[in-house]
C-alpha cells in the first residue's frame, strides 16, 4: 500500500498542487497571483466561493495562467522565451555598478533578475525588477556568479529563466594612463 503525498501551495484565491515539478506562483498586492511552469505539471484550482468549484487548469512545462483577484482562474498559455543573454560579458568591471544588459523581448513588459553566489540560486546577493533589459544593481566584490533573468508578460506571468555565470574583477584598479 503507498502513500501518495500532496504538496499544495495556497493563496487567498486559489490552489496549486504540485505533482513532481519545477514551478512558481506569485501574488501581487492587488491581490492577482500568477502560476508558471518548468518542468512537470501544477494543477490550478480557484477557491472563491463565486467561481464554480470545477474550475480548475492544467499547467503543462512551458506554460503559465493567472489567478485575477476575484478568483477567475485564466486559460494556459505559453510562458514567454528566456531572454538572450549571449551579450552579457564573461567579466565584468566596473568599480560602482554592476550593470547588465539583455535586448528586450518581445511580448515582455518587465524583467526580474538575481545574482547569485551559486547555481542552485540558493544564495541570492542582489535582485530586482526592471521595466526593460537594462538590469542594475550595487556593485559586488570580486568573484564568480550566477545571473537568472526572465521576462514577464503582461499577466505579470514569469517566463523561462536565462541563467549565464559571469565574473567581477574590479581589484586592483588598472593604473591611469597619462601622457
Not at 503525498?5 to 501574488?27: D, N
Not at 537594462?134 to 556593485?139: P, Q
Amino acid at each position: 500500500n503507498e502513500t501518495f503525498r500532496r504538496f499544495e501551495l495556497r493563496t487567498p484565491m486559489a490552489v496549486t498542487s504540485v505533482r513532481g515539478t519545477r514551478f512558481s506562483v506569485t501574488i501581487d498586492d492587488t491581490g492577482q497571483a500568477v502560476a508558471s511552469v518548468l518542468n512537470g505539471s501544477v494543477t490550478v484550482q480557484s477557491r472563491e466561493a463565486t467561481v464554480p468549484q470545477n474550475t480548475t487548469a492544467l499547467l503543462a512545462p512551458g506554460q503559465g495562467l493567472a489567478i485575477t483577484a476575484d478568483g477567475a482562474v485564466g486559460a494556459p498559455r505559453p510562458l514567454l522565451a528566456a531572454p538572450d543573454t549571449s551579450g552579457v560579458p564573461d567579466r565584468l568591471g566596473d568599480v560602482g555598478i554592476l550593470a547588465i544588459d539583455v535586448p528586450e523581448l518581445p511580448g515582455a513588459a518587465r524583467y526580474e533578475a538575481q545574482v547569485a553566489r551559486d547555481t542552485d540560486f540558493t544564495q541570492v546577493l542582489r535582485h530586482g525588477s526592471f521595466i526593460d533589459g537594462h538590469l542594475r544593481w550595487k556593485a559586488l566584490d570580486d568573484g564568480t556568479y550566477y545571473l537568472s533573468v526572465r521576462a514577464l508578460d503582461s499577466s505579470g506571468i514569469p517566463g523561462t529563466p536565462a541563467i549565464r555565470p559571469f565574473a567581477i574583477k574590479t581589484r586592483p584598479v588598472p593604473p591611469l594612463y597619462q601622457e
